[in-house]
């Protein structure tokens, strides 16, 4: 059940699992709009406030100055802690413009900072494009050695069949690289999912996460988003995070002759880009994705993710779709 609070044009909505009841915030509002006007004035500031209450024509933000919060409808329910709040930001100017307060799913970017899976997220990634191209070549590819260097017995020698064999300093090497050798393993799909929470849960906790409406720029300068990062404390390096992997054309273009600026779709984003740049910039469309994707990983029931030893005949009676990602739970527990 959702309520909705309406003050002159603007109209709140609130969830029924907030168990908010309307007289409470109403009272609630109101003191807080009293702490928030400061004027010498206390009759135009009672009357303001007076105006605000549901069925004047004064709106909240004449009287408060401030953006509203906004509450976006999460796609899993929050158990046992609250949502996340973040400022909703624009690009349309340098200082920014604070367009409202948008609802975070914990599970996503409020999760438990598990260092031990960044490591291991970040040293998979440096390995599976490491190649070893190291080659010894073993005794038959070298040249000669086909002869006895000398008789087998009479001499008071060491006996040796040819001058290629490894114990000789011209020989070859016993059990030498081979190369090329690919180093690339695959990380289990649940530690690369648990990895992007981290990483995001990090980047939101140290206050290097930025949501923005959209990429518009006013212009294509490099010069102006250069400044803009600069009067923001973004740092050198900013990482610009979208839902699709077609950018409006100003910052594409402002963005390439920035080094340490990149561009990346939402399917691209990894743990070693996001650690790499001091900040990340995201979209409410990629925030959305994201934390969608997340989410259904984290409640995936899917057999290939979960430790299971045996399955009987009667565990798979229930047939998911072929385009479902998500499989149904088991009628009956798994036999271990």
Same mark, same amino acid.
């Given at each position: 059940?959702?309520?909705?609070?309406?003050?002159?044009?603007?109209?709140?909505?609130?969830?029924?699992?907030?168990?908010?009841?309307?007289?409470?915030?109403?009272?609630?509002?109101?003191?807080?709009?009293?702490?928030?006007?400061?004027?010498?004035?206390?009759?135009?500031?009672?009357?303001?406030?007076?105006?605000?209450?549901?069925?004047?024509?004064?709106?909240?933000?004449?009287?408060?100055?401030?953006?509203?919060?906004?509450?976006? =409808? &999460?796609?899993?329910? !929050?158990?046992? /802690? *609250? +949502? $996340?709040?973040?400022? %909703?930001?624009?690009?349309?100017?340098?200082?920014?413009?604070?367009?409202?307060?948008? =609802? &975070?799913?914990?599970? !996503?970017?409020? /999760? *438990? +900072? $598990?260092?031990?899976? %960044?490591?291991?997220?970040?040293?998979?990634?440096?390995?599976?494009?490491?190649?070893?191209?190291?080659?010894?070549?073993?005794?038959?590819?070298? +040249?000669?050695?086909?002869?006895?260097?000398?008789?087998?017995?009479?001499?008071?020698?060491?006996?040796?069949?040819?001058?290629?064999?490894?114990?000789?300093?011209?020989?070859?090497?016993?059990?030498?690289?081979?190369?090329?050798?690919?180093?690339?393993?695959?990380?289990?799909?649940?530690?690369?999912?648990?990895?992007?929470?981290?990483?995001?849960?990090?980047?939101?906790?140290?206050?290097?996460?930025?949501?923005?409406?959209?990429?518009?720029?006013?212009?294509?300068?490099?010069?102006?988003?250069?400044?803009?990062?600069?009067?923001?404390?973004?740092?050198?390096?900013?990482?610009?995070?979208?839902?699709?992997?077609?950018?409006?054309?100003?910052?594409?273009?402002?963005?390439?002759?920035?080094?340490?600026?990149?561009?990346?779709?939402?399917?691209?984003?990894?743990?070693?880009?996001?650690?790499?740049?001091?900040?990340?910039?995201?979209?409410?469309?990629?925030?959305?994705?994201?934390?969608?994707?997340?989410?259904?990983?984290?409640?995936?029931?899917?057999?290939?993710?979960?430790?299971?030893?045996?399955?009987?005949?009667?565990?798979?009676?229930?047939?998911?779709?072929?385009?479902?990602?998500?499989?149904?739970?088991?009628?009956?527990?798994?036999?271990?």
């Amino acid at each position: 059940m959702k309520t909705f609070f309406t003050f002159g044009n603007i109209v709140l909505k609130t969830s029924s699992k907030y168990n908010i009841p309307l007289k409470k915030f109403q009272a609630s509002l109101s003191s807080s709009i009293r702490s928030l006007k400061n004027v010498q004035n206390t009759d135009d500031t009672t009357s303001a406030i007076d105006n605000s209450l549901p069925g004047s024509s004064a709106s909240l933000s004449q009287v408060t100055k401030q953006p509203l919060m906004t509450s976006r =409808d &999460l796609k899993f329910p !929050v158990h046992h /802690t *609250y +949502p $996340r709040l973040a400022w %909703l930001d624009s690009l349309a100017s340098l200082e920014g413009t604070k367009l409202g307060m948008i =609802d &975070l799913h914990p599970d !996503v970017f409020g /999760t *438990y +900072p $598990r260092i031990d899976m %960044l490591h291991k997220n970040i040293h998979w990634q440096k390995l599976y494009r490491h190649i070893d191209y190291s080659f010894e070549p073993s005794r038959a590819e070298l +040249p000669g050695g086909g002869r006895k260097p000398w008789p087998q017995k009479g001499l008071g020698k060491a006996r040796h069949g040819s001058i290629r064999s490894p114990l000789w300093l011209s020989g070859s090497k016993a059990h030498g690289p081979r190369g090329p050798k690919s180093y690339f393993y695959m990380l289990p799909r649940p530690q690369r999912a648990m990895g992007l929470r981290v990483a995001l849960t990090c980047k939101y906790g140290q206050n290097d996460l930025v949501i923005v409406d959209n990429f518009d720029l006013p212009t294509a300068d490099p010069e102006y988003l250069y400044e803009m990062a600069d009067v923001r404390f973004w740092g050198y390096s900013v990482l610009f995070v979208d839902d699709t992997d077609v950018m409006p054309e100003k910052i594409t273009e402002a963005v390439s002759q920035i080094r340490g600026f990149n561009l990346m779709p939402a399917y691209g984003l990894n743990v070693y880009s996001m650690l790499k740049h001091d900040t990340l910039v995201l979209t409410l469309a990629a925030v959305e994705k994201i934390e969608g994707k997340l989410l259904d990983e984290l409640h995936s029931t899917r057999v290939e993710t979960k430790f299971v030893n045996r399955l009987r005949p009667e565990d798979f009676r229930t047939k998911p779709k072929e385009d479902s990602t998500l499989r149904k739970p088991f009628t009956k527990p798994l036999m271990f």
